[in-house]
């Protein structure tokens, strides 16, 4: 009691207003209101009204109203709009850094996030007319769950590698936009098969085995380009085929396995394919050269070989 008085004695005697910091903090912290931040610095008769210690309200909404008889600072006009306290988002020891509960906000995000009240779209920002709540969350901002239904542009106006990801530095080359194979709802697969038409680089260049399927290993062996024979609207060789290129003798691929050996009814021989034959003329021309026939002439010259 006596501690009381004191202190009213001193706020009325005294020719300054006594800030509440100096007062006996320990005093204060036992009647469960501890005094941090502006607070700390009040004058004791801003919260004391009429000398009253006693029955002084603790919640910030009943000082922090207008009209109040306590006149403790109010809202701002240019606060965001919420149905929640003030303890909710602020503390009094650091007012400046709110947590903001969006739980008791009713309107929707781009009310507050504009640029003004809170932060809004950054410059960056992919175009979009969607709302913040469309893609983001407040519990996990991002990832983003994007909603493609709205734009407007180019896959390529956003993914760019600035706004979005763009090419990564493994991308086939080609001048086809994203969504010449791609879609929104399965990006990994293409759709409807690969469209070469804007593709600018030969086709080793993707068909390596590791861009895309590169040669088979039942491939015959040629130093050939994929298109000196296939084209990509019909990969199956078509034309004949252009032996300029292949490197090691005809039954390497004549075999019987990779292409056509020789027929049952070839006439024996250990001479190879192209002792007779030629891939400009498969017919032998300029007569046979018999040195490599290793049966009796009867074996061939029956009437039917």
């Known amino acids: 009691m006596r501690r009381a008085l ?40 801003a919260c004391h009204v009429g000398g009253l210690f006693e029955g002084t309200p603790r919640q910030c909404g009943i000082c922090h109203l207008p009209g109040s008889r306590w006149q403790g600072e109010v809202k701002p006009g240019a606060h965001v709009p919420s149905s929640n306290t003030c ?9 400046g850094s709110a947590r903001f509960d969006h739980a008791g906000v009713v309107d929707r995000c781009a ?3 504009n640029g003004s009240i809170a932060s809004g779209k950054s410059a ?29 542009g180019a896959c390529s106006s956003c993914h760019n590698s600035v706004l979005a990801t763009g090419k990564h530095a493994t991308h086939i080359p080609t001048t086809g936009d994203c969504g010449a194979c791609h ?12 469209d070469h038409a804007g593709v600018v680089a030969g086709c080793f260049n993707c068909h390596n085995g590791t861009s895309a399927t590169g040669r088979g290993a039942g491939h015959l062996p040629s130093g050939n380009t994929c298109e000196d024979c296939h084209t990509t609207a019909s990969w199956a060789v078509t034309g004949g085929f252009d ?21 049952a009814g070839h006439i024996q021989s250990s001479n190879t394919c192209d002792d007779c034959h030629t891939t400009a003329s498969w017919a032998v021309t300029g007569g046979f050269d018999h040195a490599g026939v290793v049966t009796g002439c009867f074996n061939c010259h029956n009437g039917t070989s």
């Open 183 to 194: 879609n929104t709802h399965n990006w990994s697969a293409s759709t409807g098969g690969f």
């Open 243 to 263: 032996h300029a290129g292949v490197v090691t003798g005809c039954f390497n691929c004549h075999n019987g396995t990779s292409a056509t050996g020789k027929g």
């Open 111 to 113: 009310h507050c996030h």
């Open 6 to 45: 004191l202190a009213i004695a001193l706020c009325v005697l005294l020719p300054h207003p006594v800030g509440a910091g100096d007062m006996d903090d320990l005093e204060h912290i036992r009647t469960g209101f501890p005094l941090t931040g502006a607070h700390e610095r009040a004058p004791c008769e």
């Open 87 to 95: 303890d909710d988002c602020h503390l009094t020891a650091t007012w």
């Open 124 to 152: 960056n920002h992919v175009p979009s007319s969607d709302d913040c709540g469309q893609c983001h969350r407040t519990i996990s901002w991002v990832p983003a769950t994007f909603d493609h239904t709205m734009v407007t």
